[in-house]
């Protein structure tokens, strides 16, 4: 149902960075920039990493695959982010919920979510 969604960072720089790193093990890579914007994307839609002074922290989760939810977080981590959940099975969410989650250096809450069984 999305097309793009922006995430606003402090350090565009260093934020840019981090998202190319971690965006970049599920495939996206820079779709579009201009002077304190960078949309990362594939053919399934884009983020934009925005430079902003106004951070409130989001929740915001990718699809992958298991494997992608694995290089996802240990990327992440290499990246920066810091742990807010290592990949598992959620299954409060449900029986094939297989995520992880890390807060960016702006503290979003970043996942990357597959909801297929092994």
Known sequence: MLDHVSIPVR????SRHFYEKVLGTLGAKVVMEWPGLVLLG???GMVGISQSDQITPLHV???ADRAGVHAFYETALAAG???NG?????SDIH???FAAFVHDPNGHNIEAVCHTPE
């Open 95 to 97: 029986p094939n919920y």
């Open 86 to 90: 290592a990949p598992g099975v959620r």
């Open 61 to 63: 989760a990718f699809k």
């Open 11 to 14: 350090d565009f720089e260093e």
């Open 81 to 83: 982010a810091s742990d």
């Open 42 to 44: 594939t053919e399934d």
